[in-house]
């Protein structure tokens, strides 16, 4: 079954960075695009970044545009999102997902997700 095993969330002043990492298995981790997904306290999840599977495209919400990147190792199964000048408005839990249609629509099943907190 598809397992996700999100990490590196943490506590950070604004402006600082973190870096997520995601395990991925349970599909042909190369064949698919991956995402990354944020749920804040009270909102509904929505899309963060989005990296095909060959890694020659990405694709950001306009509100982490310039601030994150998105990278993946194919041969890890793993895909990561760097965030940098974080500020409190990204506080949220960060979920990442094997995508069926570009840019942003995911699967059904999540992981835990990694908590990032930004404090002002």
């Known amino acids: 079954q598809v397992q996700l095993v999100e990490s590196g969330g943490g506590l950070v002043q604004a402006g600082g960075s973190l870096r997520l990492s995601c395990a991925a298995s349970?599909?042909?981790?190369?064949?698919?695009?991956m995402g990354w997904f944020r749920q804040a306290p009270g909102k509904e999840r929505e899309f963060v970044a989005a990296?095909?599977?060959?890694?020659?495209?990405?694709y950001y919400a306009d509100s982490v545009k310039g601030r994150f990147t998105i990278s993946r190792d194919n041969a890890k199964n793993t895909v990561y999102l760097q965030m940098n000048s974080l500020k409190p408005e990204d506080t949220a839990a960060y979920y990442c997902?094997?995508?069926?249609?570009?840019?942003?629509?995911?699967?059904?099943?999540w992981g835990q997700g990694t908590l990032v907190t930004v404090s002002s």
């Open positions: 997902n094997f995508l069926r249609g570009w840019p942003q629509y995911a699967f059904d099943a």
């Open positions: 990296i095909t599977w060959s890694s020659s495209s990405t």
């Open positions: 349970g599909r042909t981790f190369s064949s698919y695009s």
